[in-house]
């Protein structure tokens, strides 16, 4: 079956680093995302791997995914105020087409000056 | 190019009423997909249209349907509201066998 979880709360300073985890059960090549949600809006997709690939980066985004133990991580690098949100991971599996989004809880990630 | 627009930004009802959300995929999609998300919690997937039908479903009552139009622009409508249906409710647009899905700001529903 497919099931996501995350830690509830991240807290950093401006300019460090911030790494955001998630842990996944579905056991099926996948394809996993993660998306930011500011107040009252909408998801923006940030970033989505293969699970057939262990990294990904694209600017100050570094996605890590160790297949064998279920664990995908967001490293978010020279963290801004402007990243304050609350980060969702989500998978997609073949059983379900690849077209169901299933959403952990979400992390919410306060940025302080 | 406009993303995924939705109608209306907030919707207030009472318990009983009946309620339409409205969606605008991204240009070059033709699929969309709803989701609920109740408060403090992540998306919940309700269902997905594409060629006008529903394709998929995740675990909602039949008091949730929806449909789909030529234009590809969706509706999504919820018969006999209870106060557990206030959410914010998201439409995600794709392309055809595209991994990607694009979010719309949602509708907020108020259920009194």
């Known amino acids: 079956g497919e099931d996501v979880e995350q830690s509830l709360f991240l807290s950093v300073r401006e300019g460090d680093s911030s790494v955001i985890n998630c842990t996944y059960t579905?056991?099926?090549?996948?394809?996993l995302y993660w998306y930011k949600q500011e107040p009252g809006a909408g998801l923006q997709l940030l970033t989505y791997i293969f699970s057939n690939m262990d990294m990904k980066q694209d600017q100050r985004l570094t996605v890590l995914l160790n297949k064998k133990d279920k664990h995908l991580s967001l490293r978010i690098a020279d963290t801004q105020t402007g990243d304050s949100a609350i980060y969702f991971c989500?998978?997609?599996?073949?059983?379900?087409?690849?077209?169901?989004?299933?959403f952990g809880t979400g992390t919410r990630l306060l940025v302080s000056p | 190019d406009a993303g995924v627009t939705q109608s209306p930004t907030h919707l207030i009802k009472t318990r009983g009423q009946q309620v339409t959300l409205r969606c605008s995929p991204k240009s070059g999609h033709d699929t969309v997909s709803w989701y609920q998300q109740a408060l403090g919690q992540g998306p919940q997937f309700i269902f997905q249209y594409y060629e006008e039908e529903e394709r998929q479903r995740g675990n909602f009552p039949d008091r949730f349907s929806g449909h789909q139009f030529p234009n590809y622009s969706s509706e999504l409508n919820v018969n006999a509201l209870l106060l557990g249906d206030s959410a914010l409710y998201l439409c995600?647009?794709?392309?055809?066998?595209?991994?990607?899905?694009?979010f719309g700001p949602g509708t907020r529903l108020t259920v009194l």
């Open positions: 995600a647009s794709s392309a055809t066998s595209g991994r990607e899905q694009f």
């Open positions: 989500a998978e997609t599996s073949p059983n379900t087409g690849f077209q169901k989004l299933v």
């Open positions: 579905d056991s099926s090549s996948t394809y």
